[in-house]
C-alpha cells in the first residue's frame, strides 16, 4: 500500500537539464558533475520531522540529492532534485549550507571523498 501522505508532503521535482542520479543508496557515474562523488549520509524521509539542516564544512564541494523517500535502496530515486553546496577554505571552515522546515523526503549526501566533513541535523 502506498503512503500518499508521504508522498505529497515530501514534494515534487520540477528541475530542469538535470544531471544522471544516482540510485538509491549507490554512488555517482563516472561522468557528469559530480563525477565519482560517494554517499556520505542519507536522512530518511520523515513526516515527523520539524527541520534538517546540512552544513559543509569538507573543505570540497558536496552533492544534495533529494527524493520522495519512496524509492527502496537500488532503484532510481523519485521526484529527486540535486544541488550542491560548496566548500569552506579548508576541511572545518564553514562551507555552504541549507535547511528546511518543510520538506520531508529522503537526503542523500554525496562527496568527493568519503571522509569528508559534514554536519547534519534534524528535529
Known sequence: ?????????????????????????AAFGGSG???NYV??????????????DIENTS???????????????GAAPNNASVFALVGGSAAGAQGGAWSSATFKGRLQIYAPVSTAI??????
Do not use: C, E
Not at 508521504?6 to 538535470?18: E, H, I, P, T, V
Not at 540529492?65 to 524509492?71: K, L, N, Q, S, Y
Open 118 to 123: 559534514v554536519s547534519v541535523m534534524v528535529d
Open 1 to 25: 500500500m502506498t503512503d500518499f501522505s508521504l508522498m505529497f508532503a515530501a514534494g515534487r521535482d520540477y528541475s530542469a537539464n538535470k544531471p544522471a542520479l544516482p540510485a538509491v543508496g
Open 33 to 35: 558533475p559530480y563525477a
Open 39 to 52: 554517499l556520505v549520509s542519507t536522512i530518511p524521509a520523515s513526516t515527523g520531522r520539524n527541520n534538517v
Open 59 to 73: 573543505g570540497a564541494q558536496i552533492a544534495v540529492v533529494r527524493d520522495d523517500g519512496t524509492a527502496a535502496a
